[in-house]
């Protein structure tokens, strides 16, 4: 596998622990006038760096960061650990809809309305996600490709994916994926 798909170093580890199974997404400068797109249904989990991520999560989240910031590698170093699938994605036309994904991930609130506003679009992405660890870590030097504000990226080099394995299991995960439906279709919920 070569496609990767760039998100907060934070982010992927609470993906690689189980913490939450949901991505989101508004699209980068670099996405284009379309903005994101769901374009590739598995791809690689592509941590990044990004230096103010501490701040837009949680305060769980950002005690988290503390504890793992001091292992992440340096910039010139590309550490992938995981791969998704992307199991169901819905664009989120409303903010109240996007709030009501409130404590199914780890961004902080002032975030998600910040993200839902930017643009012309009033939206963002919410992809839900079944993870899996790759039976070895792998450390790719950075490429100057890899950069910019954009979602997708293709590696330079194939990464194993063979052996991989679930951070859920299937009803650890079938509990966190019933919790994403039920937050965007409220009104479709048993009373």
Not at 42 to 58: A, C, I, N, W
Not at 69 to 75: E, K, N, V, Y
Not at 144 to 171: F, H, I, N
Not at 174 to 189: G, I, M, R, V
Request: aromatic share 10%; glycine share 6%; charged share 25%.
């Amino acid at each position: 596998m070569r496609t990767a798909f760039k998100e907060w170093a934070i982010i992927v580890d609470a993906l690689g622990r189980g913490e939450q199974i949901i991505i989101l997404r508004k699209g980068g400068i670099s996405e284009g006038r379309e903005g994101f797109q769901m374009e590739h249904p598995q791809f690689l989990l592509f941590p990044t760096l990004y230096h103010q991520q501490r701040e837009s999560v949680t305060p769980e989240a950002q005690a988290r960061y503390d504890q793992i910031a001091p292992g992440l590698p340096s910039p010139e170093i590309l550490r992938i650990e995981y791969f998704a699938e992307a199991v169901a994605w819905r664009q989120v036309d409303s903010l109240s809809s996007a709030e009501g994904l409130r404590g199914q991930h780890c961004w902080k609130n002032e975030v998600i309305e910040d993200r839902f506003d930017w643009g012309r679009a009033k939206n963002i992405f919410a992809i839900a996600v079944r993870v899996h660890r790759l039976p070895l870590t792998i450390e790719l030097p950075m490429s100057p490709a890899y950069g910019g504000c954009k979602s997708w990226v293709e590696l330079e080099k194939d990464v194993v994916t063979t052996g991989a394995q679930p951070v859920l299991d299937q009803q650890a995960f079938d509990h966190k994926l019933n919790q994403f439906f039920a937050a965007l279709n409220p009104t479709s919920q048993p009373a």
